[in-house]
């Protein structure tokens, strides 16, 4: 098993309170798996990623454990996760676009990163990286300012594979992408698992279809918690939670027109991370509720692979 | 109302800006008001560059861009009238700023007038248009929101104003399916009162859903445009063809398209002009004029 998480919570400390984005969360992933993690805004996805790599100073380690390749990950020690990052364990981060320091040209900020890390520069691998992500050798003499969104994401996600990490946390890494560079962008993660360069990935989108063309397992979250996680073809075909198929039924197809069918969102939004209410977090906007889920529904595999949290599934 | 007319863009590259790249070539098309216009490319086909010139954040260096036929001149009143929200919400928002802060900014600036109470009123209504509980996001500062919540807020601000274009660019793309369809419905509402939207999107789904008229670009250039029903319904340019097979569906896997490389077109060898294949369909393929491959 690449990566085994156990009851992770991880809560941000405001002055109203604390935000409990992460509050209780297990999973594994196993080797050479691809796990796509899905959710509405808000239910504590980059909280997860995050947590992985490095937590922010608001951010609090609660409770819970990490292991990756049989090794516990030190999440709560920023100076003991040094060893660990990009070596071991990466992220690409949500709206990386903004992450590239502005006053180098791309290569050399790249050679400048790798040596701080205590790494030779291999120029031969980088144009090899460049090509799986389709982005053009050139893009090493220009300032970030001059390559549009799309093209700076690319370029974040060449320099966190580098030193090929176990494990590869890619957030919402193509959601800016046209869908060309999409399927290609896709493609080259699935070859890095596939050649071997990372071991495992957790493969963060909102878009279900695009995740569905890539990932092995399929996880939904809810409010800080886990819904439902199963097999891809499974969790799309048969999901069990309603709120799994509240969000898949929302997805709208190309060809469909406002003006001649309107679609609708899932009623109500997600609870407070503040005070999150007892038993059931989907509790009020769930058209299945019923006098138990008033209790906090246990995570239950229904089938092989295939856990929900909810009494009714 | 906006109006872009054979605009190009050419910016300087490299240390000494001794090289040039060709960002937009050429472009024209218009948005009215109450029409959604979606504007499709893949990445680095001048789409955010097209956005930038009519926010007028960076100069034409052809062509002209104009609203209601007075040229783009950045300023409170252009503002006012025409808003953008970029794809990377972090770099549109100033971190040390309370969101409370950012939309009390835009009253002092914008509706001295209205009373506080009044005006608190109108923020909470319109954060709750964009589906955000007003009360769990407005004492927050931008790094302790999500990405989506965050993106959402950016809407709510160009939503207060007195808006007749907005420019949007991907802002629904890091939104999970339920609420991108509540923000792009409140969107179709908006466009229903008269308001003219250009919709920058990767998603084709999306554009369909709202955009009476769509233009797709390549490399700076339009190569298809016209009534979205056409244009996705009767593809005619290789590349718009290609980009509907990329197009990740649930229960299917991905097709195989032919990628478009070897185009007379696109290799230059075509006029590249746009006809007029049917009524309000127009494509720049030199297939149309007996394109020998
Ligand atoms: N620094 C912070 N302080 C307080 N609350 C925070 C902070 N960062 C995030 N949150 C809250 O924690 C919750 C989870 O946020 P997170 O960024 O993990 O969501 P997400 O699932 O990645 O959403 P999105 O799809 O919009 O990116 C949200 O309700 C958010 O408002
Ligand atoms: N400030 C700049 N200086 C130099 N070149 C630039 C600048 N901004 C953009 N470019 C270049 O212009 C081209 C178009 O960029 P633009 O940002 O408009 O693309 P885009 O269609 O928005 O792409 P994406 O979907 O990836 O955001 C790209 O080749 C990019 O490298
Ligand atoms: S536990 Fe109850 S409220 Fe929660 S999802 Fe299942 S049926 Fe709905
Ligand atoms: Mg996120
Ligand atoms: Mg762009």
Redesign the pocket.
């Known amino acids: 098993m690449s990566l085994r998480v156990n009851d992770l919570k991880v809560y941000y400390k405001t002055l109203k309170g604390e935000v409990k984005a992460l509050d209780g969360v297990s999973f594994e992933v196993g080797d050479g798996e691809i796990l796509g993690l899905a959710g509405e805004s808000g239910c504590g996805k980059t909280t997860l990623a995050k947590s992985l790599i490095r937590m922010d100073g608001r951010m609090r380690h609660t409770g819970g454990t990490v292991e990756l390749d049989g090794e516990e990950l030190p999440i709560g020690d920023d100076r003991r996760m040094n060893a660990f990052r990009f070596h071991r364990v990466s992220l690409v981060p949500q709206y990386s676009m903004s992450a590239l320091n502005p006053t180098r040209k791309i290569g050399k900020m790249v050679t400048e990163l790798l040596r701080s890390r205590g790494v030779t520069p291999d120029a031969g691998k980088l144009r090899g990286r460049l090509d799986a992500v389709g982005l053009p050798h050139e893009v090493l003499d220009r300032y970030p300012i001059e390559l549009s969104g799309g093209m700076k994401q690319r370029m974040v996600m060449v320099v966190s594979t580098l030193l090929d990490p176990s494990l590869l946390i890619a957030d919402e890494i193509t959601s800016a992408l046209d869908v060309s560079t999409q399927k290609a962008v896709a493609g080259a993660l699935a070859g890095f698992r596939d050649d071997g360069l990372v071991k495992s990935m957790i493969f963060v989108t909102h878009d279900l279809s695009l995740t569905y063309q890539i990932a092995d397992t399929i996880m939904i979250m809810y409010a800080g918690r886990l819904?439902e996680k199963a097999p891809a073809k499974e969790i799309i075909e048969a999901p069990r939670?309603?709120?799994t198929r509240l969000l898949i039924n929302s997805l709208p197809e190309v060809g469909v027109r406002y003006a001649e069918r309107k679609l609708a969102g899932i009623a109500g939004s997600p609870p407070s991370l503040l005070n999150p209410p007892k038993?059931?977090?989907?509790?009020d906007r769930?058209?299945?509720?019923?006098g138990?889920?008033e209790q906090e529904?246990p995570v239950v595999e229904v089938a092989p692979n295939h856990s929900v949290?909810?009494?009714?599934? | 109302m906006l109006k872009l007319d054979n605009v190009t863009k050419v910016y300087r590259v490299g240390a000494f800006g001794g090289k040039t790249l060709t960002a937009v070539g050429d472009v024209s098309f218009d948005v009215r008001p109450g029409e959604v216009v979606s504007l499709i490319g893949e990445s680095g086909s001048g789409k955010s560059t097209i956005g930038k010139m009519i926010l007028g954040l960076t100069p034409v260096t052809g062509g002209s861009i104009t609203l209601d036929g007075a040229p783009v001149r950045p300023g409170k009143e252009y503002y006012r009238h025409v808003q953008g929200v970029f794809q990377d919400p972090f770099s549109s928002y100033n971190p040390v700023f309370k969101a409370d802060r950012v939309f009390q900014m835009i009253r002092q600036a914008y509706y001295p007038e209205v009373r506080e109470t009044d005006w608190a009123e109108r923020v909470h209504a319109t954060i709750r248009d964009v589906r955000l509980d007003p009360d769990q996001v407005l004492g927050r500062y931008p790094h302790q929101l999500s990405g989506g919540q965050l993106q959402r807020l950016l809407i709510a601000r160009a939503l207060l104003l007195d808006l007749k274009l907005l420019v949007a660019d991907e802002i629904t793309s890091m939104l999970d399916a339920s609420t991108r369809i509540d923000v792009l419905n409140l969107l179709a509402e908006l466009k229903e009162r008269g308001l003219g939207v250009l919709y920058v999107t990767h998603d084709l789904s999306l554009g369909t859903y709202l955009a009476e008229r769509t233009v797709v670009l390549r490399h700076g250039k339009v190569v298809e445009m016209g009534l979205t029903d056409k244009v996705f319904g009767n593809p005619l340019h290789p590349y718009t063809r290609q980009l509907l097979a990329a197009v990740p569906r649930l229960h299917a896997p991905w097709e195989d398209a032919e990628p478009v490389t070897d185009c007379l077109y696109h290799r230059g060898g075509a006029s590249g002009g746009l006809s007029e294949a049917e009524e309000g369909h127009f494509v720049a393929c030199a297939r149309l004029d007996g394109c020998p491959e």
Not at chain 1, 286 to 290: Q, V
Not at chain 1, 309 to 313: E, Q, R
């Open positions: 819904a939670h309603p709120y038993g059931c977090r989907f509790r769930c058209p299945l509720a019923f138990q889920c529904p949290a909810c009494w009714k599934a």
